[in-house]
T-cell receptor
Framework: NAGVMQNPRHLVRRRGQEARLRCSPM?????VYWYRQLPEEGLKFMVY????????ESGMPKERFSAEFPKEGPSILRIQQVVRGDSAAYFC??????????????FGAGTRLSVL | DQQVKQNSPSLSVQEGRISILNCDYT??????FLWYKKYPAEGPTFLIS?????DKNEDGRFTVFLNKSAKHLSLHIVPSQPGDSAVYFC??????????????FGKGTKLSVKP
């Protein structure tokens, strides 16, 4: 399967714990994006990364949230000290780095985070 | 402040007829528009895109029309099939500060195609 892979699909955490969401981009893609979807809402941009660089984190909450895309391995979205309001579906997308391919983002199936 | 608006939360269409999904935007600097389809518990699936310099793009049963003066785009599905039943998201990209990498999504329109 050469698509965008996210894991886990479902994650349950208690308030105050840490959540780590992983994303492996589509083969050949070097741009990764993270989005969050609350119930009955559209997807909201969080962060845009390239290998070892954060390009745009304007949608990330200032505290408790961080993201990385290391040279080797998947991109990680990390949420520290989770609160109930963090419960949402988190989607990762990837795109090519060239031409029109850079415009189209391909999404993974998402991670559904539930905070108890 | 919503820059991309889908004002119809839902739409019901008979199989074989045309489905028209609408989207309005406020930022004239957007340079690309995309439509995604989403089934429950799955990620959005890319359907079709259009550059801001075009007014129409067609791919099989899907056609997107862009009216820049009205800041309006629409997705036409002809003929509609029951398998098209899903939530459709309109998204816009770029043309304003920052990295221009992220997409701005509308809230979606739930399409139901009845047999």
């Amino acid at each position: 399967n050469a698509g965008v892979m996210q894991n886990p699909r479902h994650l349950v955490r208690r308030r105050g714990q840490e959540a780590r969401l992983r994303c492996s981009p589509m083969k050949g893609h070097s741009h990764v994006y993270w989005y969050r979807q609350l119930p009955e809402e559209g997807l909201k941009f969080m962060v845009y990364l390239q290998k070892e660089n954060i390009i745009d984190e304007s949608g990330m909450p200032k505290e408790r949230f961080s993201a990385e895309f290391p040279k080797e391995g998947p991109s990680i979205l990390r949420i520290q000290q989770v609160v109930r309001g963090d419960s949402a579906a988190y989607f990762c997308a990837s795109s090519s780095s060239q031409g029109v391919g850079k415009v189209i983002q391909y999404f993974g199936a998402g991670t559904r985070l539930s905070v108890l | 402040d919503q820059q991309v608006k889908q004002n119809s939360p839902s739409l019901s269409v008979q199989e074989g007829r045309i489905s028209i999904l609408n989207c309005d935007y406020t930022n004239s600097m957007f340079d690309y528009f995309l439509w995604y389809k989403k089934y429950p518990a799955e990620g959005p699936t890319f359907l079709i895109s259009i550059s801001s310099i075009k007014d129409k793009n067609e791919d099989g049963r899907f056609t997107v029309f862009l009216n820049k003066s009205a800041k309006h785009l629409s997705l036409h599905i002809v003929p509609s099939q029951p398998g098209d039943s899903a939530v459709y998201f309109c998204a816009a990209k770029g043309g304003y500060g920052g990295s221009q990498g992220n997409l701005i999504f509308g809230k979606g329109t739930k399409l139901s195609v009845k047999p």
